[in-house]
């Protein structure tokens, strides 16, 4: 059985102040919520993840983090390694996230290299991959999603994919308000499974939870998430809301 995943991406968004009040709605959305083989994951920034740990202890809610450096420590100004996230009681983390690809330049091969570390130590990782619109409508989008985990991931065991969670996030649906159809979703997870399948083998590909991500909102997370590759999903903008993304949590 797979598990299910709902995560919240906040981005570069909410003040020490803002997580606070965030996090008190949200645990009261959620209160008395029963979930069965379901993770709710949210992911606030660095600096007030070791608040938000202390106060989702005995919660539904698992926390996090965006990034981590490659290296495991050393001379790297402005980054945070694998063990001060493990230290603070992050086990999760997000990698390969378009925005990271696209405005800090993270190649496959950084990528590659992050998984490994992260996984090496321990923690789970959320890897997010997808085509930019040009690639749909040249009809690459299946190549370059092949592509792209091919380069970071195909290289690991089949072992390490029990830490793994993939995120399907065509770049055009991200923050646009256009999400992919339901179908489309399906379409390219299932393909997702079937590459998997050839590198590795059908039993990991069934087992690998596969999130999409891009523009799910409380109105149309229901049809995405009833799809049958569809495991649930990675939400930005309406993982900043408590009533919406609690909303999106209720949906799986
Ligand atoms: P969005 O972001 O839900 O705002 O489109 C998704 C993401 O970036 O993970």
Not at 113 to 121: L, P
Not at 122 to 141: M, Y
Request: charged share 25%; proline share 2%; aromatic share 6%.
């Amino acid at each position: 059985m797979r598990q299910k995943v709902v995560a919240g991406n906040w981005k570069m968004n909410n003040t020490l102040g803002e997580t606070k009040k965030l996090l008190k709605s949200l645990k009261k959305e959620l209160k008395g919520l029963k979930l069965v083989d379901t993770r709710v994951i949210i992911a606030p920034s660095f600096v007030n993840l070791q608040h938000t740990v202390k106060k989702t202890e005995n919660s539904i809610i698992e926390v996090s983090a965006q990034n981590l450096h490659q290296a495991t420590n050393g001379a790297f100004t402005g980054e945070i390694s694998v063990d001060m996230l493990l230290d603070i009681g992050v086990n999760t983390v997000i990698l390969g996230h378009s925005e990271r690809r696209a405005y800090f330049n993270e190649t496959d091969e950084a990528l590659a290299q992050k998984v490994n570390t992260a996984i090496g130590s321990g923690l789970d990782v959320i890897f997010c991959f997808g085509e930019q619109l040009e690639d749909r409508q040249n009809e690459k989008h299946f190549e370059i999603v092949e592509s792209q985990l091919k380069e970071a991931l195909f290289a690991l065991s089949s072992e390490a994919y029990k830490n793994i969670i993939l995120a399907y996030e065509p770049v055009w649906a991200i923050g646009t308000g256009q999400t992919a159809t339901a179908d489309q979703a399906q379409e390219m997870h299932k393909f997702i499974r079937s590459i998997l399948a050839k590198n590795y083998d059908e039993k990991l590909a069934n087992s690998v939870s596969i999130l999409y991500g891009g523009s799910v909102k409380p109105n149309n997370a229901e049809e995405i998430f009833s799809k049958p590759d569809v495991d649930g999903g990675l939400i930005g903008g309406a993982s900043l809301k408590a009533k919406d993304f609690s909303a999106i949590v209720k949906s799986i």
